[in-house]
């Protein structure tokens, strides 16, 4: 079994992300912020992150560069989920370490792409 961390404050957006994982038979775990976010990504060391950008605490930029930076966590994939998807945005997200970016809205075959391609 995979498991899945998603990071979104949005709890709409992150039911939405948490019921599409469910289906496939994933294990999910939330959090609510980057900060907590970084924190769950050392402590459960998923297989993959779904990362918001924008966020309180520490935005999804923040935390992804963080994660992918750390030699704890930096082997797990993120990959950004945002509205934010202009071309400086996935850009800026590649910089920050990302894998990938999933624009928002999101179908399940999004979602599911990304987890065939990096896990």
Same mark, same amino acid.
């Given at each position: 079994?995979?498991?899945?961390?998603? =990071?979104?404050?949005?709890?709409?957006?992150? +039911?939405?992300?948490? @019921? =599409?994982?469910?289906?496939?038979?994933?294990?999910?775990? =939330?959090?609510?912020?980057? +900060?907590?976010?970084?924190? +769950?990504?050392?402590?459960?060391?998923?297989?993959?992150?779904?990362?918001?950008?924008?966020?309180?605490?520490?935005?999804?930029?923040?935390?992804?560069?963080?994660?992918?930076?750390?030699?704890?966590?930096?082997?797990?994939?993120?990959?950004?989920? @945002? @509205? +934010?998807?202009?071309?400086?945005?996935? =850009?800026?997200?590649?910089?920050?370490?990302?894998?990938?970016?999933?624009?928002?809205?999101?179908?399940?075959?999004?979602?599911?792409?990304?987890?065939?391609?990096?896990?």
């Amino acid at each position: 079994m995979k498991k899945i961390l998603v =990071v979104e404050d949005d709890m709409v957006q992150q +039911k939405h992300i948490c @019921s =599409v994982l469910a289906s496939c038979g994933v294990e999910v775990v =939330v959090a609510n912020d980057g +900060k907590q976010g970084l924190e +769950k990504a050392k402590s459960e060391q998923p297989d993959l992150v779904f990362m918001d950008i924008v966020m309180p605490e520490m935005d999804g930029y923040s935390a992804c560069r963080q994660i992918t930076n750390d030699d704890e966590t930096k082997e797990i994939p993120v990959v950004i989920v @945002s @509205s +934010k998807h202009e071309e400086a945005d996935k =850009v800026w997200a590649q910089l920050q370490g990302a894998a990938a970016m999933v624009a928002k809205p999101f179908t399940e075959a999004d979602l599911m792409a990304q987890i065939e391609a990096l896990t």
